[in-house]
């Protein structure tokens, strides 16, 4: 049974910084592309950020280019979201996804597996 469980969310002031971590269970880690998605209230879910098996590559949305830093332990079966600068339009429920290709999908509908989310929120 596969499991994406996500962490490290919380709440913090515009500015601030605060890194989510994925781990995953049930399936080859090291061979799955995994992704950050995010919804946030009355909004459709988007993409955040999204990087392949190795970890070598990675894709940013623009809203969260420079900012943000997508990571990958495959020894441990985690990923994480270093998020900095935060403001408070990053307010939102913070997905991670996974799927089994050697490609960087960024389109949710590319996505196999996700987690149950956790909230982050950013105060002004």
């Known amino acids: 049974q596969v499991q994406l469980v996500e962490s490290g969310g919380g709440l913090v002031q515009a500015g601030g910084s605060l890194r989510l971590s994925c781990t995953a269970s049930?399936?080859?880690?090291?061979?799955?592309?995994m992704g950050w998605f995010r919804q946030a209230p009355v909004k459709e879910r988007e993409f955040v950020a999204a990087?392949?098996?190795?970890?070598?590559?990675?894709s940013y949305a623009n809203s969260v280019k420079g900012r943000f830093t997508i990571s990958r332990d495959n020894a441990k079966t985690t990923m994480y979201l270093q998020m900095n600068s935060l403001k408070p339009e990053d307010t939102a429920i913070y997905y991670c996804?996974?799927?089994?290709?050697?490609?960087?999908?960024?389109?949710?509908?590319?996505?196999?597996?996700w987690g149950q989310g956790i909230q982050v929120t950013v105060s002004s």
């Open positions: 996804a996974a799927r089994g290709t050697v490609l960087v999908p960024t389109a949710q509908s590319a996505y196999n597996y």
């Open positions: 049930g399936l080859p880690f090291s061979r799955y592309a």
């Open positions: 990087i392949s098996w190795s970890g070598v590559t990675t």
